[in-house]
């Protein structure tokens, strides 16, 4: 089972939703754990959203496919950047 951590690593500027670095929450077993307290941007996750089952899958892909390059991820309007890291 592939467990992959999801945190803001980075604001430029100002983020409208109140996200701060450091928010976090884990995506494993196609579920989302998101923990007391924590913001999760509704508009930054629907961009994400399409990434979680290749991330959960990348270990079977081929050497050169571009989702085993995913480090991190966006928000929707750029200002919020999330680092994409692979528990084990």
């Known amino acids: 089972m592939v467990k992959i951590k999801v945190e803001v ?3 430029k500027g100002e983020c409208s939703n109140g996200m701060k670095v450091g928010n976090h929450f ?5 579920t989302l754990s998101i923990p ?3 913001k999760v941007c509704i ?3 629907n961009k994400m959203l399409i990434f979680f089952p290749l991330l959960m899958e990348r270990k079977d892909f081929r ?3 571009w989702i085993k390059d995913i480090k991190s991820m966006k928000c929707a309007d750029g ?9 084990d």
Do not use: M
């Open 9 to 11: 690593s980075e604001i």
């Open 26 to 30: 884990f995506v494993e077993d196609h």
């Open 43 to 45: 508009w930054a996750l």
């Open 79 to 87: 200002k919020v950047i999330f680092s994409v890291t692979e528990i």
């Open 36 to 38: 007391e307290g924590t």
């Open 63 to 65: 050497d050169d496919h």
